[in-house]
């Protein structure tokens, strides 16, 4: 009787131990299968993460005073464009460049209001090969420049003849092109695709009233338009107010928005390196229209 006891009790003992060790296959295979479901969808969706609005910043107008030095203190993603010919051209696209700094030249071209434009200008008047001459020598006095944009431009952009010669300079030399948009009826977008030339255009002109209360309304507008269409290109100048003010709103800019250079913005956010643009070149890059013109 005692055996029968025995054996029963072992039996039970048993079958409670396959009945548990049941039980922790069960949830182990579970928990196996949910990693692995994890897993599974990690790797479906390794490549998507979400992409934030960019926002690619040039300061135009550096170069004629010390004081512009004052924008080294911006983020190096700033793109910065150097005036040639002037006092602190050459120095400042040097220390541009060690600080890993993009560098645009900003090239004087005619106007419709017969502004004074410094040394070296581009005129309505010259032959092809006279701007040719005149962009390559401002290019030697902003030694690491990797682009281009108009300073004024209001009536030099507007003719095809010119623009052609400017164009070919780029092209030769790999180097894109932003418009400034200083006329609505401004040509050189269209011709520096024509051309092969990455080329783009300024949304949002930032400062034309160097004002904090006009600041923030066209930051706003960058914003709202760079979340509407992905990515913009806005313009400020080296003025303190606009330095000031810039500081505090790129080190502080919403989760979903990111600052990019010039280059990132040509090459749609790929972060390549400048050396994309060789091959092959970004002759294709499409804008939408902009209303907004730059005053002069």
């Known amino acids: 009787m005692l055996l029968v006891c025995v054996s029963l009790l072992v039996d039970a003992t048993q079958l409670l131990t396959k009945d548990s060790q049941t039980k922790i296959n069960s949830v182990a ?3 196996a299968k949910v990693k692995l479901v994890s897993s599974q969808q990690a790797k479906q969706y390794s490549s998507y993460k979400q992409k934030k609005a960019q926002i690619a910043i040039i300061i135009d107008d550096i170069g004629n005073k010390r004081a512009d030095a004052d924008a080294f203190s911006l983020p190096e993603k700033v793109t910065f464009s150097i005036l040639p010919h002037a006092p602190f051209s050459t120095q400042f696209s040097s220390y541009s460049y060690h600080q890993g700094r993009e ?6 071209m005619e106007s419709l209001h017969g502004d004074a ?3 070296g200008a581009l005129l309505a008047s010259m032959y092809p090969e006279e701007v040719e001459n005149n962009l390559l020598s401002a290019l030697e006095s902003v030694p690491h420049a ?6 004024m431009g209001s009536k030099l952009t507007q003719i095809t003849l010119q623009m052609n ?5 780029l092209y030769k030399h790999n180097l894109y092109f932003i418009d400034s948009r200083t006329t609505k009826f401004t040509k050189a977008h269209i011709i520096a695709q024509q051309h092969g030339v990455a080329s783009a255009q300024r949304h949002v002109f930032l400062d034309h009233h160097a004002n904090e209360a006009f600041l923030e309304k066209q930051f706003d507008q960058l914003i ?6 992905g990515s ?5 100048h080296p003025y303190k107010v606009s330095i000031l003010f810039l500081q505090r709103k790129l080190a502080h800019l919403p989760d979903d928005i990111e600052l990019i250079t010039v280059s990132e913005y040509l090459s749609k956010g790929s972060r390549e390196s400048i050396d994309s643009f060789e091959q092959p070149r970004l002759a294709k890059e499409t804008m939408l229209p902009t209303t907004d013109i730059a005053p002069e």
Do not use: F
Not at 232 to 236: E, L
């Open 146 to 151: 990797i682009g281009v944009n108009n300073h």
């Open 103 to 108: 560098v645009m030249l900003h090239m004087p």
């Open 29 to 31: 295979a579970k928990s």
């Open 165 to 169: 010669a400017v164009m070919d300079v």
């Open 117 to 119: 434009l410094g040394d």
């Open 224 to 229: 709202r338009k760079a979340r509407r269409d």
């Open 232 to 236: 913009v290109i806005g313009i400020a």
